[in-house]
């Protein structure tokens, strides 16, 4: 759930790295072993690589091409706190305010001290102008990685921005 955190320089590492090997590994055919007819469903994708694909689409604001993705891993692993984090960060970017919000739980249920989901359901919670529950969510960061964090940082930020905004600091 840190995607929209990373370093540029990470980014860029999984932009190169991250679809080289996509692309090495992703298809069919290439001579070698495996892929005969005998073969059981050769290219269906893990639940890994379904969130691989799916952040990919995350970076370039394909939302819906996400969430597609996204609801097909959550078929094959229903508990996944990394795919309910993912689906409610891009039901959030689409303005599905609710439906992002039950993702969240749902994430927090399976995982609780889970970073990314503890930090977007914050920043949800400021866009419902619900500052109480944004702070109980830098709280709960503050636990999980001793306020020590990419997550705490970047949600206590835009609380501090909030504020500002709203004329509370």
């Given at each position: 759930?840190?995607?929209?955190?990373?370093?540029?320089?990470?980014?860029?590492?999984?932009?190169?790295?991250?679809?080289?090997?996509?692309?090495?590994?992703?298809?069919?055919?290439?001579g070698?072993?495996?892929?005969?007819?005998?073969?059981?469903?050769?290219?269906?994708?893990s639940v890994?690589?379904?969130?691989?694909?799916?952040?990919?689409?995350?970076?370039?604001?394909?939302?819906?091409?996400?969430?597609?993705?996204?609801?097909?891993?959550?078929?094959?692993?229903?508990?996944?706190?990394?795919?309910?984090?993912?689906?409610?960060?891009?039901?959030?970017?689409?303005?599905?305010?609710?439906?992002a919000?039950?993702?969240?739980?749902?994430a927090?249920?399976?995982?609780?001290?889970?970073?990314?989901?503890?930090?977007?359901?914050?920043?949800?919670?400021?866009?419902?102008?619900?500052?109480?529950?944004?702070?109980?969510?830098?709280?709960?960061?503050?636990?999980?990685?001793?306020?020590?964090?990419?997550?705490?940082?970047?949600?206590?930020a835009?609380?501090?921005?909030?504020?500002?905004?709203?004329?509370?600091?």
């Open positions: 759930g840190r995607l929209a955190l990373l370093p540029a320089t990470a980014i860029l590492a999984l932009a190169l790295f991250g679809t080289s090997a996509m692309a090495a590994g992703g298809g069919g055919g290439g070698g072993g495996g892929g005969g007819p005998g073969s059981e469903k050769p290219d269906v994708p890994a690589d379904m969130i691989d694909d799916a952040e990919d689409h995350i970076e370039k604001w394909e939302y819906d091409a996400a969430i597609r993705v996204l609801e097909d891993a959550l078929d094959k692993d229903s508990d996944n706190p990394d795919v309910l984090n993912y689906l409610g960060y891009s039901h959030r970017k689409l303005g599905e305010l609710d439906v919000l039950d993702y969240y739980l749902a927090l249920d399976e995982e609780p001290d889970h970073l990314g989901a503890n930090e977007y359901l914050g920043e949800l919670y400021l866009e419902m102008d619900d500052l109480a529950k944004a702070e109980e969510r830098l709280a709960a960061l503050a636990d999980a990685c001793d306020a020590d964090c990419e997550e705490f940082d970047m949600l206590d835009a609380i501090a921005e909030y504020k500002e905004a709203n004329g509370l600091s």
